[in-house]
């Protein structure tokens, strides 16, 4: 393995991300950070309010390893009231520090060496492929088609052979916004249970979905004993400085995340544990809320996107619009957005980001634009945009 496992630059510096980058930028410049994906209003008062108090209450010393019974209980509760999945709160459920630290707990712990290979669909989250190579394994990236974003199922099936471990899911999906076909989520099953694989599904966006309610993988026939389900707090309630995530799934996959987990964190977020629990067991009003007011904020920013002359891919789910910049010109994403906030006051992220070197030519000109922004903030974006044209 290379020294830091590639993670660092040539020159031993951290390299840093496109994210940070373009963040700075924006701050530089004074452009609209359509960049970073994170809300720029708070979420629920009643949440913060319990965070408050709890801290109030004196809940500022570790928590439990596995989270404190009470949040673990709530995402138990969560996952019958939506999904009709049951969980034992004591064996099944383990609290981490965000989605992040479940997943890279996940593939430390359930990824043998360099002979494993763990399959995901490309563009991927950029931490998956950061902790595959810490995990001392391969990643075989499976393309997502442009405009649709869905995977070809001859490509799908190729990928995965005896030597995948993992499936590693992501739906709805950052950074395009899709949500995976029903097949193609019935083919993933299949195709685990063919090469005993194991499905990791990564849910942080289960409840911003626009079109129809999230299917949770671990829900389909023969998949719950094969599958550890991912999700997290961040984006359901607007608290992405909170990090409070979990793992769910059968116990002996929910004890390898934790015996890892152990030696990471150990524990965090004690205050806003409490919190999310509370959150989890908000009314139905308001999940179907959070999902309504971020379809229309989609709808704003894709017919600015169109207006401005992109071709726009019309997201599912998720915080995040991509388009191609093609139409406008580009024949470089990279570089297209790092003349955006000088042209024209707008900072994006490209696609190229979140894939691997190897099939940048594929994505060459496409764009992430994140929509979890102020209406205000969007429509600002959305005029600045047009003097491209
Ligand atoms: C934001 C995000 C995460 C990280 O979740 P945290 O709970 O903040 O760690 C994980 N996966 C995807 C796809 C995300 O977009």
Not at 130 to 149: E, I, Q, S, T
Not at 257 to 264: E, N, R, T
Request: a negative charge; glycine letters at 8%; aromatic letters at 8%.
């Amino acid at each position: 393995m290379a020294q830091g496992a590639g993670l660092l630059g040539a020159d031993g510096q951290t390299a840093p991300t496109i994210f940070a980058e373009m963040s700075a930028l924006a701050e530089l410049t004074g452009a609209v950070n359509l960049g970073q994906g994170f809300p720029d209003e708070d979420g629920p008062a009643e949440v913060l309010e319990v965070a408050r108090r709890a801290i109030a209450d004196g809940a500022n010393q570790y928590p439990p390893g596995r989270g404190i019974l009470d949040l673990r209980t709530a995402i138990a509760e969560h996952q019958q009231r939506f999904y009709g999945l049951n969980l034992d709160p004591h064996r099944e459920v383990v609290v981490t520090a965000g989605a992040t630290e479940a997943i890279a707990a996940a593939l430390l712990a359930l990824v043998d060496g360099p002979d494993d290979e763990v399959v995901v669909f490309e563009p991927y989250y950029d931490s998956y492929a950061a902790c595959v190579a810490l995990a001392g394994a391969r990643l075989v990236p499976v393309p997502l088609r442009w405009p649709d974003f869905q995977p070809d199922a001859d490509l799908l099936e190729e990928a995965v052979t005896d030597r995948t471990r993992i499936i590693l899911v992501n739906d709805p999906h950052n950074p395009t916004g899709t949500v995976l076909g029903a097949e193609v989520r019935e083919q993933i099953v299949r195709l685990a249970q063919r090469h005993d694989a194991l499905i990791v599904t990564d849910d942080v966006y289960e409840h911003l979905i626009f079109d129809e309610p999230h299917v949770p993988i671990a829900s389909l026939p023969g998949a719950a004993e094969r599958t550890l389900t991912i999700s997290s707090g961040g984006k359901t309630f607007s608290t992405t400085g909170w990090k409070i995530g979990w793992a769910a799934g059968p116990a002996h996959l929910v004890d390898a995340v934790l015996a890892v987990k152990q030696f990471l964190t150990y524990v965090s977020g004690g205050p806003f544990q409490p919190a999310i629990a509370a959150g989890l067991r908000l009314p139905e009003s308001f999940f179907t809320g959070v999902a309504a007011a971020l379809r229309a904020k989609r709808d704003l920013l894709g017919a600015g996107l169109r207006e401005a002359g992109f071709d726009v891919s019309r997201p599912a789910g998720s915080y995040f619009t991509v388009a191609d910049a093609a139409p406008v010109g580009a024949t470089d994403a990279a570089a297209f957005c790092r003349d955006l906030p000088d042209r024209v006051g707008v900072v994006a992220i490209p696609i190229t980001a979140f894939v691997s070197a190897a099939h940048r030519d594929r994505f060459a000109t496409l764009v992430r634009f994140a929509a979890c922004k102020r209406v205000e903030v969007i429509r600002e974006a959305a005029a600045r945009l047009q003097r491209l044209a």
